[in-house]
């Protein structure tokens, strides 16, 4: 197991982060101020899966709190809950993370693809019990399914970002290591 | 050593535990909280809205107007037809324009022989759209004016023509318009061929359904709906829409205003009337005036 450098683990921190507050401000600008004729798929979300699959050392809870409570004030979501939702289940995939390493891509797609029908469905149906307006499942079912489609995608963009900092680590250590 | 990495590796382990559930009651709790006490949690999001928004504007005025020339580009493409179109409709408009004409002319006429005095309240204050919400399923925009500029929750918003939304939430810059389509806006109406009552409901489409008419029948597509000042929240009389009906027979409005493009809007400076508290004393009654007290 490689260890990173703090300041290397610092410096991809703050990547994540900025990648994550640029994607949400991006989302608000006023180019589309009628109402959507097609879902979005939820860009945070699927990046932090990525990240969180590929470098699980990185992301620490409060780093996704972070992440995720900017974007909900900033998106008018209720606070809170869809941070909590995504925090769990990165944290979920968190634990599984290592043991997907060595599995086909197939295997890590589709467990990351029932974590996103599973907090879809439970952002769902918690708007429902707190009596919160909520939107017809139909629309939650194609924005989950757009998410699931993108997640390759957002591997592929990430991996020479994530591989690159692994690499160059791994010749950083390689005096130490003898030691 | 091995033991030693070990027992740190455990502390590590049960400080992230014990983050991690801190984490989870602590957004549980701001979420309950939002859902008891909304509008004091709404205030902390609309201060921070307002501290990161305009801060940004540097980096999305450029990105807009480019989207928008790239918008005007495409036009050019079908130049020839557009151009007739134009050709068209200007002559429609100069017909329209001495229509207009002839009925400033009544108007001005008929306002002289009633003596009207038009309210001065009705001033406004206009915006620059600094951001939209990001998600497919709210409906607002973020103007650019806020409280340093006298804005008050609950003033209507339009653009040139009709009605967009009104005002709900206000920070020290800017302030947040709940558009007509956004499901948690209701906005009381009036069909103007017949003086029905309605309200248009927001179902996140562009075009809203009307609720509650009372008779459905007398309404025809084409009726020009305006608001109707029920409430006392909005000034009556903004013009919202046109009906349209559905196949499957159900009434909605076609909205006046341009929610394609949203770009500059003029908030409606409108203080409610006041409120008449006292009944009034009996005919015949002088008041006591206050040189007898003395």
Same mark, same amino acid.
């Given at each position: 197991? +490689?260890?990173? /450098? $703090?300041?290397?683990?610092?410096?991809? &921190?703050?990547?994540?982060?900025? +990648?994550?507050?640029?994607?949400?401000?991006?989302?608000?600008?006023?180019?589309?101020t009628? $109402?959507?004729?097609?879902?979005? /798929? *939820?860009?945070?979300?699927?990046? =932090?899966?990525?990240?969180?699959?590929?470098?699980? *050392?990185?992301?620490? /809870?409060?780093?996704?709190?972070?992440?995720?409570?900017?974007?909900? +004030?900033?998106?008018?979501?209720?606070?809170?809950?869809?941070?909590?939702?995504?925090?769990?289940?990165?944290?979920?995939? &968190?634990?599984?993370?290592?043991?997907?390493?060595?599995?086909?891509?197939?295997?890590?797609?589709?467990?990351?693809?029932?974590?996103?029908?599973?907090?879809?469905?439970?952002?769902?149906?918690?708007?429902?019990? =707190?009596?919160?307006?909520?939107?017809?499942?139909?629309?939650?079912?194609?924005?989950?399914?757009?998410?699931?489609?993108?997640? $390759?995608?957002?591997?592929? +963009?990430? &991996? $020479?970002?994530?591989?690159?900092?692994?690499?160059? =680590?791994?010749?950083?250590? =390689? /005096?130490?290591?003898?030691? | 050593?091995?033991?030693?990495?070990?027992?740190? @590796?455990?502390?590590?382990?049960?400080?992230?535990?014990?983050?991690?559930?801190?984490?989870?009651?602590?957004?549980?709790?701001?979420?309950?909280?939002?859902?008891? %006490?909304?509008?004091?949690?709404?205030?902390?999001?609309?201060?921070?809205?307002?501290?990161?928004?305009?801060?940004?504007?540097?980096?999305?005025?450029?990105?807009?107007?480019?989207?928008?020339?790239?918008?005007?580009?495409?036009?050019?493409?079908?130049?020839?037809?557009?151009?007739? @179109?134009?050709?068209?409709?200007?002559?429609?408009?100069?017909?329209?324009?001495?229509?207009?004409?002839?009925?400033?002319?009544?108007?001005?006429?008929?306002?002289?022989?009633?003596?009207?005095?038009?309210?001065?309240?009705?001033?406004?204050?206009?915006?620059?759209v600094?951001? %939209?919400s990001?998600?497919?399923?709210?409906q607002t925009v973020?103007l650019?004016?806020?409280?340093? %500029? #006298?804005?008050?929750?609950g003033w209507a918003a339009m653009d040139?023509?009709g009605l967009v939304g009104r005002i709900a939430?206000?920070?020290?810059?800017?302030s947040r318009v709940i558009l007509l389509g956004d499901?948690s806006s209701r906005v009381?109406?009036?069909?103007?061929?017949?003086? !029905?009552?309605?309200?248009v409901?927001g179902?996140?489409?562009?075009?809203p359904?009307?609720?509650?008419?009372?008779?459905?029948?007398?309404?025809?597509?084409?009726?020009?709906?305006?608001t109707?000042? %029920?409430?006392?929240?909005f000034?009556?009389?903004i013009?919202v #829409?046109?009906?349209?009906?559905?196949?499957?027979?159900?009434?909605?409005?076609?909205l006046?205003a341009?929610m !394609?493009?949203l770009?500059?809007l003029?908030v409606i400076?409108?203080?409610?009337?006041?409120?008449?508290?006292?009944?009034?004393?009996?005919? #015949?009654?002088?008041?006591?005036?206050?040189?007898?007290?003395?």
């Amino acid at each position: 197991m +490689i260890e990173d /450098p $703090p300041l290397r683990i610092l410096r991809l &921190r703050l990547t994540y982060l900025i +990648i994550i507050i640029l994607v949400v401000l991006l989302q608000t600008l006023p180019i589309q101020t009628h $109402p959507y004729q097609f879902v979005t /798929p *939820n860009l945070p979300m699927v990046i =932090t899966f990525v990240w969180v699959m590929r470098r699980p *050392n990185l992301m620490s /809870p409060i780093l996704i709190t972070i992440a995720f409570l900017f974007a909900d +004030i900033i998106l008018q979501r209720p606070p809170g809950l869809w941070t909590l939702i995504v925090l769990c289940a990165s944290m979920f995939l &968190r634990m599984r993370a290592l043991s997907f390493r060595e599995l086909i891509f197939l295997y890590e797609w589709s467990l990351v693809a029932i974590v996103i029908t599973c907090s879809f469905i439970v952002y769902h149906f918690s708007l429902m019990f =707190t009596f919160l307006p909520t939107h017809d499942l139909k629309l939650y079912a194609s924005q989950a399914l757009l998410t699931v489609m993108i997640y $390759p995608i957002f591997i592929w +963009i990430f &991996r $020479p970002m994530l591989r690159y900092a692994l690499s160059q =680590t791994l010749q950083k250590q =390689t /005096p130490k290591a003898v030691r | 050593m091995a033991r030693d990495h070990n027992t740190s @590796d455990r502390y590590a382990t049960t400080l992230g535990r014990l983050i991690l559930s801190a984490l989870i009651v602590l957004l549980l709790g701001l979420f309950l909280l939002w859902r008891i %006490d909304s509008p004091r949690v709404e205030r902390v999001r609309m201060a921070v809205i307002d501290k990161v928004i305009p801060n940004f504007s540097w980096a999305t005025s450029p990105l807009t107007g480019a989207m928008n020339v790239l918008r005007s580009a495409r036009s050019y493409t079908r130049i020839y037809q557009q151009n007739q @179109d134009l050709r068209r409709e200007l002559q429609q408009m100069m017909a329209w324009k001495e229509a207009a004409l002839q009925r400033e002319q009544e108007n001005a006429r008929l306002l002289d022989l009633n003596n009207v005095r038009l309210d001065p309240k009705f001033t406004k204050i206009t915006g620059v759209v600094l951001a %939209d919400s990001g998600s497919p399923f709210r409906q607002t925009v973020l103007l650019n004016v806020g409280q340093r %500029d #006298g804005i008050i929750d609950g003033w209507a918003a339009m653009d040139g023509i009709g009605l967009v939304g009104r005002i709900a939430g206000v920070g020290e810059r800017t302030s947040r318009v709940i558009l007509l389509g956004d499901t948690s806006s209701r906005v009381a109406v009036k069909i103007e061929s017949n003086g !029905q009552t309605a309200l248009v409901v927001g179902d996140n489409t562009s075009r809203p359904p009307i609720e509650f008419l009372e008779n459905s029948e007398t309404v025809y597509p084409g009726d020009r709906i305006v608001t109707s000042g %029920d409430g006392g929240v909005f000034p009556s009389g903004i013009l919202v #829409g046109q009906v349209t009906q559905t196949p499957s027979g159900r009434l909605r409005v076609r909205l006046a205003a341009d929610m !394609q493009r949203l770009e500059f809007l003029r908030v409606i400076r409108h203080q409610p009337r006041e409120k008449i508290s006292t009944t009034g004393g009996l005919v #015949g009654l002088r008041p006591i005036k206050p040189e007898s007290n003395q």
